[in-house]
């Protein structure tokens, strides 16, 4: 069962990131501030949640939390200042778009580069561990799946409606037959190496 606060003396924003590792589209972040009583018995971190679990859970988030928000950064923007930074930009950018202070932020992973003025504590699979850094999880990545589900329209031989842009054989294969598209992150290691 997850935690549902760190602390309990001033709101907390959970903070989370989805498609780090992928080819192509960008990276999204989110937070989300949750109410003191919030509870929901199939919130999970949104990797261990079947893609039907998480919609369903996007919609009672995006319900109840305090404050959401969604933010994103773009591949030429990854490329220019590397994916760990644009991970980070997107957070803040989510962060930003909070109508609630939260008083401390918990970060998904072990590192972070601070908010101004808002304190933060890291934490290793920790949308494994709470509430709020899971229900990040599930808004980062179900906004995530919709962005490349929509691209995939446009760009339908890279698999993205399957794929989501992951570094997958098939979207390696599409890659060296047809080439990178503007969605593409040039910075990464697109065919693998051997």
Same mark, same amino acid.
């Given at each position: 069962?997850?935690?549902?606060?760190?602390?309990?003396?001033?709101?907390?924003?959970?903070?989370?990131?989805?498609?780090?590792?992928?080819?192509?589209?960008?990276?999204?972040a989110?937070?989300?501030?949750?109410?003191?009583?919030?509870?929901?018995?199939?919130?999970?971190?949104?990797?261990?949640?079947?893609?039907?679990?998480?919609?369903?859970?996007?919609?009672?988030?995006?319900? &109840?939390?305090?404050?959401?928000a969604?933010?994103?950064?773009?591949?030429?923007?990854?490329?220019?200042?590397?994916?760990?930074?644009? @991970?980070?930009?997107?957070?803040?950018?989510?962060?930003?778009?909070?109508?609630?202070?939260?008083?401390?932020?918990?970060?998904?992973?072990?590192?972070? &580069?601070?908010?101004?003025?808002?304190?933060?504590?890291?934490?290793?699979?920790?949308?494994?561990?709470?509430?709020?850094?899971?229900?990040? @999880?599930?808004?980062? &990545?179900?906004?995530?799946?919709?962005?490349?589900?929509?691209?995939?329209?446009?760009?339908?031989?890279?698999?993205?409606?399957?794929?989501?842009?992951?570094?997958?054989?098939?979207?390696?294969?599409?890659?060296?037959k047809?080439?990178?598209?503007?969605?593409?992150?040039? @910075?990464?290691?697109?065919? &693998?190496?051997?």
């Amino acid at each position: 069962m997850l935690n549902a606060f760190f602390q309990t003396q001033v709101p907390e924003a959970g903070c989370d990131e989805a498609g780090r590792g992928c080819l192509a589209g960008p990276v999204f972040a989110a937070a989300v501030i949750l109410p003191f009583d919030f509870y929901d018995p199939i919130l999970n971190d949104s990797k261990q949640l079947k893609e039907k679990d998480r919609y369903l859970l996007r919609d009672v988030i995006r319900e &109840k939390a305090i404050a959401w928000a969604v933010a994103s950064v773009d591949a030429p923007e990854i490329d220019r200042i590397n994916i760990l930074q644009a @991970s980070f930009k997107a957070m803040h950018l989510a962060i930003d778009e909070l109508q609630t202070n939260p008083g401390l932020l918990l970060i998904d992973g072990n590192r972070f &580069k601070a908010y101004p003025f808002i304190p933060h504590q890291t934490i290793i699979q920790g949308d494994a561990l709470y509430a709020s850094i899971a229900a990040a @999880s599930i808004l980062a &990545k179900t906004y995530r799946d919709d962005f490349m589900l929509e691209q995939h329209k446009g760009y339908p031989n890279y698999g993205w409606d399957q794929n989501k842009g992951y570094p997958t054989a098939a979207h390696r294969e599409a890659i060296r037959k047809h080439g990178l598209t503007p969605l593409h992150r040039r @910075s990464f290691k697109w065919v &693998k190496a051997g």
